[in-house]
């Protein structure tokens, strides 16, 4: 089942999640902040707009520690690619029309939704929220059926 | 902000994005292959950072009265509103079509993943329009602005 279930090892995920949940720990024990992931796209657009939905408190007040977050998130990555990852970096074959369009739906659906895959999925259930759980159901069925369409209708 | 808690936010940030580095989820194959059923890894990063910062969240604000750097401990806070649902709904959607979430298209800028750059410029564009659509009232229902 372990080889069926997990192709190409399982470790490196475990490992992996880990560090991430060690990540999301060390933001919130020293400094008290919830970090998901997806709000920074929100509040950065406060440094350049004054549109009041982006001059809300919360995102003003939460702007500059997002960004910084966010900036570790680049350069955890780059460690990783500098340590252990492959020399011409990580690559796809997903075609821009889809990683734009993709990227497009996430963004909108992941704002009017309060969270993403780190905000409700990792964040939401480790705070025991009841709405990120449904949340988590919810966008796990419709990325399943999407995926799995695209896939037939031979796209990548 | 103390130089202490933006140390801590910035090193937080880079233990997660080595975490989603190694975990492969920087690659939106491995997440695709998640949601066609061919590789369950997705799974096992889910439990282990929910295990971690599930222990975090629930003992720190008991064992502490506050933050070691900080004010205080913020909360997760969350109405069940339709949004929530609509929005995840378009999340997936999203995310099946492309395999890219927002925290991997901003750990991709770090891996040299260029094409994600894509995704990063899509999830901008899409939490623009969000902006845009509550302050108009458009459908699906906004959530209330705050002043």
């Given at each position: 089942?372990?080889?069926?279930?997990?192709?190409?090892?399982?470790?490196?995920?475990?490992?992996?999640?880990?560090?991430?949940?060690?990540?999301?720990?060390?933001?919130?024990?020293?400094?008290?902040?919830?970090?998901?992931?997806?709000?920074?796209?929100?509040?950065?657009?406060?440094?350049?707009?004054?549109?009041?939905f982006?001059?809300?408190?919360?995102?003003?007040?939460?702007?500059?520690?997002?960004?910084?977050?966010?900036?570790?998130?680049?350069?955890?990555a780059?460690?990783w690619?500098?340590?252990?990852?492959p020399?011409?970096?990580?690559?796809?074959?997903?075609?821009p029309?889809?990683?734009?369009?993709?990227?497009?739906?996430?963004?909108?659906?992941?704002?009017?939704?309060?969270?993403?895959?780190?905000?409700?999925?990792?964040?939401?259930?480790?705070?025991l929220?009841?709405?990120?759980?449904?949340?988590?159901?919810?966008?796990?069925?419709?990325?399943?059926?999407?995926?799995?369409?695209?896939?037939r209708?031979?796209?990548? | 902000?103390?130089?202490?808690?933006?140390?801590?936010m910035?090193?937080?940030?880079?233990?997660?994005?080595?975490?989603?580095?190694?975990?492969?989820?920087?690659?939106?194959?491995?997440?695709?292959?998640?949601?066609?059923?061919?590789?369950?890894?997705?799974?096992?990063?889910?439990?282990?950072a929910?295990?971690?910062?599930?222990?975090?969240?629930?003992?720190?604000?008991?064992l502490?009265?506050?933050?070691?750097?900080?004010?205080?401990?913020?909360?997760?806070?969350?109405?069940?509103?339709?949004?929530?649902?609509?929005?995840?709904?378009?999340?997936?959607?999203?995310?099946?079509?492309?395999?890219?979430?927002?925290?991997?298209?901003?750990?991709?800028?770090?891996?040299?993943?260029?094409?994600?750059?894509?995704?990063?410029?899509?999830?901008?564009?899409?939490?623009?329009?969000?902006?845009?659509a509550?302050?108009?009232?458009?459908?699906?229902?906004?959530?209330?602005?705050?002043?």
């Amino acid at each position: 089942m372990l080889s069926s279930w997990f192709p190409s090892g399982w470790a490196h995920y475990l490992i992996g999640g880990l560090c991430i949940g060690f990540g999301i720990a060390l933001l919130f024990v020293p400094t008290g902040r919830v970090g998901g992931m997806s709000t920074v796209f929100s509040s950065s657009w406060s440094f350049v707009s004054r549109r009041p939905f982006f001059r809300q408190t919360r995102l003003l007040q939460s702007r500059g520690w997002r960004l910084v977050f966010a900036g570790g998130l680049v350069l955890g990555a780059a460690g990783w690619w500098l340590a252990l990852g492959p020399p011409g970096g990580v690559r796809t074959a997903v075609p821009p029309w889809q990683l734009l369009l993709g990227g497009l739906i996430a963004g909108y659906g992941a704002r009017l939704s309060g969270g993403c895959t780190s905000g409700h999925g990792v964040c939401g259930l480790a705070s025991l929220q009841a709405p990120s759980l449904w949340a988590v159901l919810t966008f796990m069925a419709s990325a399943f059926v999407t995926a799995n369409l695209v896939w037939r209708v031979g796209a990548h | 902000m103390s130089l202490m808690s933006l140390l801590s936010m910035l090193v937080s940030g880079t233990l997660f994005g080595f975490g989603l580095a190694l975990s492969t989820m920087l690659s939106p194959e491995v997440i695709l292959s998640f949601l066609r059923f061919r590789d369950r890894g997705l799974m096992l990063v889910m439990s282990g950072a929910v295990s971690v910062s599930l222990l975090a969240y629930q003992f720190a604000p008991r064992l502490r009265r506050k933050p070691v750097f900080g004010v205080q401990f913020d909360r997760h806070r969350l109405e069940p509103t339709r949004q929530t649902v609509v929005g995840a709904a378009l999340f997936g959607v999203g995310w099946g079509l492309c395999g890219v979430c927002p925290g991997p298209a901003i750990a991709g800028l770090g891996v040299g993943n260029w094409p994600a750059l894509y995704s990063l410029a899509g999830l901008a564009a899409g939490a623009w329009l969000q902006g845009v659509a509550a302050e108009r009232g458009w459908w699906p229902i906004p959530r209330a602005v705050a002043p």
